[in-house]
């Protein structure tokens, strides 16, 4: 049988973890974490993340400071507003929800956040930080995605160094850095994306394969070797009928799942991860600007 990688249940131990990090913060500094959340704009998906990120957030003890703008401001409204908040005490950490409509410059937007309160790990510093640090720097702000992942993969407790990870998928949200998070742990890394050619067979191979392309349930079981462990970062909703609609991952898990040593369902694998390391950027911030 193989083992379901439960996001929700190591997401709960995280944030429970996090709650004790920032009760001695509050003690002994008299003030709490600040995450600053920016969506312009009112693209669905991006609502609900919002929603369970702020929910989360106030769960742990982090004080949420919400920024809900129209999609007709102008780019400069948000890069004041980023000023605004680089140059705020008691915001430790800003994410701006991706993706920003059409018209802004996304690079730039996320280049305008100080790097010492980027909640997403997105500026190029902490980029940079990330390819060249030591493995165990607990001070580094990761994207929170490939972070969720790798700590899903901890939850086996196994020997990670040596075994051959492929991660599909190359955004510089999910796939580059996970990338990077493996290079650390000591694995052998490949990166395969929609021009690779032999995608199948590469991925055969992988003992670890990372599934981040955003197309549903397009690795199936001829895509996967036995015994391998699965992550599926996907999150796509498919159409049933009419009326009724599922999400479902870039893995076809029931297909999948039976031959592998373990696998994360979508959903209650990946996202949870995702939030909860976004609020341990938070802390870490918050802790490095409070040093
Ligand atoms: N959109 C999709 N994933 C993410 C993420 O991890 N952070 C932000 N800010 N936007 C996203």
Redesign the pocket.
Same mark, same amino acid.
């Given at each position: 049988m193989p083992h379901i990688l439960d996001g929700k249940k190591v997401a709960q131990k995280l944030k429970e973890q996090l709650k004790v990090e920032i009760d001695n913060i509050k003690l002994k500094f008299k003030r709490v974490p600040g995450l600053a959340v920016i969506q312009v704009g009112n693209v669905a998906a991006?609502s609900v993340?919002v929603k369970a990120k702020t929910k989360a957030a106030n769960e742990v003890g982090i004080n949420v400071f919400d920024h809900h703008l129209k999609d007709t401001i102008e780019q400069g409204e948000l890069l004041n507003l980023i000023n605004q908040l680089n140059n705020h005490n008691d915001v430790d950490g800003i994410?701006?929800?991706? #993706?920003l409509p059409k018209s802004f410059n996304e690079q730039k937007i996320l280049d305008s956040i100080t790097p010492e309160k980027d909640a997403?790990g997105?500026h190029p510093i902490n980029v940079g930080k990330l390819s060249i640090s030591q493995k165990n720097d607990e001070n580094l702000l990761i #994207?929170?995605?490939p972070f969720g992942c790798l700590l899903l993969l901890k939850e086996l407790n196994i020997d990670l160094v040596g075994k051959n990870a492929v991660v599909i998928g190359r955004s510089n949200?999910v796939g580059k850095p996970m990338a990077q998070l493996l290079i650390k742990e000591s694995c052998t890394v490949t990166i395969v994306h929609s021009k690779t050619v032999d995608i199948e067979k590469i991925c055969k191979k992988a003992d670890i394969l990372i599934a981040a392309i955003g197309k549903p349930e397009l690795v199936n079981k001829n895509w996967v070797k036995d015994g391998a462990i699965v992550i599926d970062v996907g999150i796509n909703r498919i159409k049933l009928n009419e009326n009724k609609s599922k999400l479902v991952g870039d893995v076809f898990f029931n297909e999948v799942k039976e031959n592998t040593m373990a696998i994360s369902p979508v959903p209650g694998g990946v996202g949870p991860m995702?939030i909860a390391c976004?609020l341990r950027n938070t802390t870490t911030s918050c802790k490095n600007r409070l040093a």
């Open positions: 991006s993340y994410l701006v929800q991706l #993706p997403d997105f #994207p929170c995605t949200i995702t976004l």
